[in-house]
């Protein structure tokens, strides 16, 4: 049977979805342009004559996955609700218990970034547009007195920071923290830089160690009466209705 013909615009977008998928099974250093030619059944020519180099196809690759989380994020920074409500639950999709961004692609083209500029060009630049993102919301809380932030840019900077640093250990050494305490450890890293009281008290031990325990045994739903799971997915939802 005769294959579809796609327009220009379609075959990149096929294209860039298989390489993102090749990338996140083979890691950037190990995939090739003849691994995403035999995933679609296509040639490495046609690969090629959309993209001229592997190089241009990863960061393309990259770029691509990226803009879908950024467009999700403006979503939830968008809506018509509080600043904190906004930043939390931004905050919590970011964070790595929730659905933002492939962070196995991301921690790929990071580390590949360092000896491939069109990567780290590509990669700085979606990284400043999600602190942009996050800066503009903290600046309009802080303006209208929901909280008190002195430094909108430098608060943004420390809680991306935060998370892809904590985004970078989940991943590397998988289950080595509970979903309950990375959740945790989102909202108080947002309370401290907002200077907002802490609204989510911890009772007992407050270790990694003992909530994963807590949490395997199904003892409890959360941390000192408070669900962080149930409500992360509820903020992942919350407001929907009023989306613009």
């Not at 180099?53 to 990226?66: C, D, G, M």
């Not at 580390?111 to 503009?136: G, I, M």
């Not at 640093?165 to 450890?185: E, I, K, N, P």
């Not at 962080?228 to 009023?242: I, N, Q, S």
Request: net charge negative; glycine share 8%; proline share 4%.
């Amino acid at each position: 049977m005769a294959r579809v013909r796609l327009s220009v615009a379609e075959r990149r977008e096929e294209l860039l979805r298989a390489a993102v998928e090749q990338i996140e099974a083979r890691g950037v250093a190990a995939v090739r342009i003849s691994d995403v030619a035999s995933a679609l059944g296509v040639s490495n020519a046609l690969v090629l004559y959309h993209f001229s180099s592997k190089e241009k196809l990863v960061a393309a690759a990259f770029a691509h996955a990226a803009e879908a989380d950024l467009a999700q994020l403006r979503r939830l920074l968008g809506r018509r609700s509080t600043a904190v409500r906004r930043l939390r639950a931004a905050v919590r999709w970011y964070a790595p218990t929730g659905q933002a961004k492939g962070w196995r692609l991301w921690i790929e083209s990071w580390a590949a970034s360092l000896r491939d500029p069109e990567l780290r060009r590509v990669a700085a630049s979606l990284d400043q547009e999600w602190k942009a993102a996050l800066t503009r919301v903290i600046e309009e809380g802080a303006a209208t007195g929901e909280f008190r932030c002195p430094d909108p840019a430098s608060a943004a900077w420390r809680l991306t920071a935060f998370l892809d640093g904590l985004a970078v250990q989940t991943t590397a050494y998988a289950g080595s923290l509970s979903r309950t305490a990375m959740l945790r450890w989102a909202d108080e890293a947002l309370d401290r830089e907002l200077d907002l009281p802490d609204e989510h008290p911890v009772t007992g031990d407050k270790t990694p160690a003992a909530e994963g325990e807590a949490a395997a045994s199904g003892v409890g739903g959360g941390v000192g009466g408070w669900d962080p799971v149930a409500e992360a997915e509820e903020a992942g939802t919350e407001g929907a209705e009023a989306a613009p």
